[in-house]
């Protein structure tokens, strides 16, 4: 098939899907905030908040995260109409089983700090990564081992 152009097609999010989607995590913010709390989360005049809502104008990006900063779901609408999800950098995958890359990262980053004799204050801020993701790791096959040593009933 012969194309007009070198570029590739874009399958763009139509407009108003876009907006609702906005409009959807703007209501999640003005739930939470208030409606002074959001127009001050996204610093913007009344006459800013309206024309927003309205859809005659569209807010910065720095003014979205500002807004996802005091209200952490604001933007799971919009993620979610590119199929995609916003989570905390430390954040660590609950169906992810595989404890032992976590574990053997954290042992690692241990070993190394305190090859001295002494973990520093600069070798714990470097490890906490993956001291979290092994925490949770942890946790997660400790809640398995309790769910299975918790009794069931037995039908007589």
Do not use: F
């Not at 874009?10 to 876009?18: L, S």
């Not at 959001?38 to 720095?62: C, F, I, M, Q, Y």
């Not at 990262?105 to 600069?122: F, P, R, S, T």
């Amino acid at each position: 098939m012969q194309r007009d152009s070198v570029l590739y097609e874009n399958d763009p999010i139509a407009q108003v899907r876009y907006h609702a989607a906005l409009l959807a995590g703007l209501e999640a913010g003005k739930r939470q905030l208030g409606e002074a709390g959001l127009r001050e989360a996204l610093d913007l005049s009344r006459t800013g908040l309206s024309n927003l809502l309205s859809g005659v104008s569209a807010p910065k990006e720095k003014r979205l995260w500002d807004l996802r900063a005091k209200v952490p779901d604001a933007l799971d609408a919009l993620a979610d109409l590119y199929g995609a999800r916003i989570v905390p950098k430390g954040s660590v995958c609950d169906t992810d089983q595989k404890a032992a890359p976590a574990l053997v990262a954290a042992l690692h980053k241990v070993i190394e700090a305190e090859a001295d004799g002494n973990i520093d204050h600069v070798e714990l801020l470097g490890m906490e990564r993956e001291i979290i993701a092994a925490e949770h790791a942890i946790q997660l096959i400790r809640s398995r081992i309790t769910e299975l040593r918790t009794p069931r009933a037995v039908s007589l």
